[in-house]
């Protein structure tokens, strides 16, 4: 089979779906798939790999981290002709994945779509409001013809079924449980950031509105002074909130920035509590792989988190926006190590049994089952005809 992907966000981007994608060709790779990947430029050249197609870009004016894609579509037309795909995936529904899209419908080739960010739910935080039905009304035309629309949780399937979407496909979500992992805790951490505190609570996430930073913010300002000694809070990532965020800061805060690979892993692993306050996650990457470093949860009960998070098992879930909610579970399970400790035991239980493996195979099946499925149709048109 060969492979056609488009997608306006990739690695080296901080972001879920960039992620997710650099996975996934990582794994096409691994088993001989061979297939093309279309995606805005946002590093060198020499940085991305042959089947890996840079497009000319600009930075977005709402979010500079995010690139605008300039393509063209001879160029891509003519990449794709020489290539001769036999499916299309369009993993976003911007300049790249509607390039993709229009190539789809030109040559009548089996093409996918994959819903991975909850937009409509974004626009609130921005003032735009207003946008939501058009929202919806173009990503219903965009997905419409797809043989099939790709959603990483039963929640989102649920809502998107809801907008009046077909043909919906769980596409879920691996954790590397080798990388993740509670044996990489390690005091380092706290010499290394000066904590002294019992208890070091951790978010990991972009610090933007979206992610409900306001709820995390006010969570931070209003615990009790009595609690505010024995908790220290470390924040990773950054966003166009983060200023903002450090002038309303008390003093037991640090920030890290944006971190990776193993110094990200033993964050996570010399934390106690992972809070997370987002209410618009269409599945929660940071929470499954706070969960395979072996730490409970309390989490916005909203969103795809709610396919990860197990009630008084792996975490606690609370009202989203609610920081009087997030402040009164910090303070009752803050003196309860003893069940904080057996929640993390059964969250990195929970996240053994998720491998990128068995993830990226079930979606080749799908591929190839979509592909067939076209390729009898056809057989069925011309025998008909």
Request: hydrophobic share 40%; aromatic share 10%.
């Amino acid at each position: 089979m060969r492979l056609a992907l488009f997608t306006d966000t990739f690695f080296p981007q901080t972001n879920g779906v960039a992620h997710t994608l650099y996975r996934l060709t990582k794994h096409l790779h691994r088993r001989g798939i061979e297939h093309l990947l279309f995606t805005p430029k946002s590093a060198p050249e020499d940085s991305y790999a042959a089947p890996i197609r840079p497009i000319a870009s600009i930075p977005f004016l709402l979010y500079p981290e995010c690139r605008l894609a300039l393509p063209s579509m001879l160029s891509i037309r003519n990449q794709l002709n020489a290539f001769q795909p036999d499916l299309l995936h369009m993993a976003t529904p911007f300049n790249i994945g509607l390039c993709g899209l229009r190539l789809a419908h030109r040559y009548n080739l089996p093409h996918v779509t994959s819903y991975h960010t909850h937009f409509d739910r974004y626009l609130e935080y921005y003032r735009l409001k207003r946008m939501v039905p058009l929202y919806w009304k173009y990503m219903k035309w965009f997905h419409q013809s797809c043989d099939a629309t790709l959603a990483p949780s039963l929640e989102t399937i649920n809502s998107l079924r809801l907008q009046g979407f077909s043909r919906l496909k769980l596409w879920s979500r691996g954790i590397d449980c080798q990388l993740y992992t509670p044996e990489k805790r390690s005091e380092d951490v706290r010499e290394r950031y000066g904590i002294t505190a019992p208890l070091l609570l951790l978010y990991v996430g972009r610090i933007a509105p979206e992610k409900d930073i306001a709820t995390l913010a006010l969570a931070m300002q209003k615990l009790p002074e009595s609690m505010q000694a024995q908790i220290h809070w470390l924040i990773v990532g950054d966003g166009p909130l983060l200023p903002e965020l450090r002038t309303q800061a008390p003093r037991n805060v640090t920030f890290t920035g944006y971190k990776y690979g193993e110094e990200l892993a033993q964050l996570y692993a010399s934390a106690d509590l992972f809070v997370f306050p987002s209410s618009t996650e269409t599945f929660g990457n940071v929470v499954l792989e706070a969960m395979a470093s072996g730490l409970p949860v309390i989490a916005a009960d909203a969103g795809g988190v709610r396919d990860l998070v197990l009630p008084g098992r792996t975490g606690i879930m609370v009202e989203p926006r609610q920081s009087e909610a997030l402040v009164r579970e910090i303070c009752i399970w803050a003196n309860q190590p003893k069940q904080l400790a057996a929640m993390g035991l059964e969250a990195r239980r929970q996240a053994l049994g998720r491998s990128w493996e068995s993830v990226f195979d079930g979606l080749i099946n799908d591929y190839e089952e979509i592909t067939e499925a076209r390729r009898t149709k056809k057989r069925a048109e011309i025998f008909t005809a």
